[in-house]
């Protein structure tokens, strides 16, 4: 049996030693967190490449390991995996670039918490390349963009919207599961859960705030600011 079960076989190019792969249509969870462990244990093992796997799940909610069960507002709608990635609940669906991260820890400094500043500003560069200004802010995950095409909240602030999540887990230093960047997902898709815990703030995507983007106009922009964002050192 094919150890990487569901990894595209015509991916076999390195850049940057990482190998890259595409699937085309939509991939079942349970098998894709197969196949990432799987390829862990290779890379951990020496016996494959660094991989950064780019795909599309059916919708689907997923629990990280900080998910609170009040926010599950609507647990028949879709069906909801537990899942081993650090963050809280957080939907999965198509129209929204999946990206996961298998890359060795151990080559960039083992730090962690540098290791995600690392996936956030490979978003927010990735944005960047269609002139959308991503952010983060403190005691939120993932990257978010202000709405100035929006009215001021109530309390006179700025409203803001997520545009990609991010949640990782490590493996013998082997990263996995990683970042989702709203493309043009059925936003409506998010109202069965509290996206990260979050009340306050909505949700949105590429398409939502007004660009005509495609999955893989996305793609090529991660490939292309990929190596600004990650190096072995991690500096």
């Keep these: 049996m094919n150890p990487d079960l569901l990894l595209p076989e015509a991916a076999k190019t390195l850049e940057n030693n990482v190998q890259w792969h595409v699937s085309d249509g939509l991939v079942p969870y349970e098998a894709a967190v197969t196949t990432m462990e799987k390829r862990v244990a290779r890379i951990a093992a020496g016996q494959a490449p660094e991989t950064i796997w780019l795909l599309e799940h059916p919708p689907l909610y997923t629990a990280g390991t ?7 507002t609507d647990p028949d709608r879709f069906p909801v995996h537990v899942s081993q990635r650090g963050g809280q609940y957080t939907y999965h669906g198509p129209g929204q670039r999946v990206v996961y991260v298998m890359l ?9 918490r540098r290791f995600v500043q690392q996936l956030e500003e490979w ?3 990735t944005l960047d390349q269609f002139n959308v200004k991503g952010e983060i802010r403190a005691g939120r995950v ?5 709405r100035d ?3 001021l909240s109530a309390t006179g602030q700025q409203p803001e919207d997520k545009i990609a999540a991010i949640g990782i887990r490590l493996r013998k230093w082997i990263s996995f599961h990683g970042i989702s960047i709203n493309v043009e997902p059925e936003l ?3 109202s069965g ?3 990260c815990g979050i009340t306050e703030h909505g949700v949105t995507s590429l398409v939502d705030l007004g660009l005509q983007v495609t999955m ?3 793609d090529v922009a991660l490939r292309r600011v990929f190596t600004t964002a990650f190096s072995e050192k991690g500096q």
């Design 104 to 112: 060795d820890v151990s080559k960039r400094g083992r730090d962690v």
């Design 149 to 151: 095409d929006k009215p």
């Design 216 to 218: 893989g106009d996305v």
């Design 142 to 146: 993932g990257v978010w963009v202000s």
């Design 188 to 190: 409506d898709h998010f």
């Design 66 to 72: 900080s998910a609170k069960p009040q926010d599950l």
């Design 123 to 125: 978003v927010i560069a």
């Design 193 to 195: 859960i509290i996206p």
